[in-house]
């Protein structure tokens, strides 16, 4: 048997009936122009390209890109943030009442309304001197406080108690 390293194998690519090494060489074999089938190949691919292209374009994918381009160098960090004024918040989560009130249906630890002393099932009936008949009310009134002045809360606990409370609405990160 003889060892497998002396038997030639055709090189990958090259035509079956070729073999490597010395001998006649034979010329390669002559490519005319592309045939009609290749050209609509060619033209049908060029044309889904063009259209994934617009489609990734159109929802959005190349927007980072080419927004980041188109935008330019805009204004510093500083003079944006100073123009946008704060808005102040109690970080409690409330829901309409039955009747008057918003009820507190949930406390942001740590945040205004748990170091003033709400809890969990509390009732808001007033925020200073507005009266809070809705959630809406009380996300009115307290969008219309400066952050850091001190509020009045009066509320009726879940034990059926009533308390006055101090908060001091924040800027909440």
């Known amino acids: 048997m003889e060892p497998a390293v002396l038997r030639p194998r055709p090189m990958?690519?090259?035509p079956?009936?070729?073999?490597?090494?010395?001998?006649?060489?034979?010329?390669?074999?002559?490519?005319?122009?592309?045939?009609?089938?290749?050209?609509?190949?060619?033209a049908a691919t060029a044309l889904l390209a063009a259209a994934a292209g617009l489609v990734l374009l159109l929802s959005g994918v190349g927007l980072?890109?080419?927004?980041?381009?188109?935008?330019?160098?805009?204004?510093?960090?500083?003079?944006v943030a100073a123009s946008v004024p704060a808005a102040a918040r109690l970080g409690v989560e409330v829901t309409d009442a039955g009747g008057p009130g918003a009820l507190v249906v949930g406390v942001h630890v740590p945040g205004p309304g748990f170091a003033a002393g709400l809890r969990e099932g509390d009732l808001l009936l007033a925020f200073g001197a507005t009266r809070v008949d809705s959630a809406a009310d009380l996300a009115?009134?307290?969008?219309?406080?400066?952050?850091?002045?001190?509020?009045?809360?009066?509320?009726?606990?879940?034990?059926?108690?009533?308390?006055?409370?101090?908060?001091?609405?924040?800027?909440l990160t």
Do not use: D, K, N
Not at 64 to 79: E, F, K, N, R, S
């Open 12 to 14: 990958p690519g090259a």
């Open 16 to 42: 079956a009936g070729t073999r490597p090494g010395p001998g006649p060489v034979r010329p390669a074999a002559t490519e005319g122009p592309p045939s009609g089938r290749s050209r609509a190949r060619r």
């Open 64 to 79: 980072g890109v080419l927004g980041a381009a188109l935008a330019g160098p805009g204004w510093p960090a500083g003079a």
């Open 140 to 171: 009115r009134a307290v969008a219309g406080t400066r952050p850091g002045t001190e509020v009045r809360l009066t509320v009726r606990h879940r034990t059926g108690g009533y308390e006055q409370l101090t908060a001091v609405p924040g800027i």
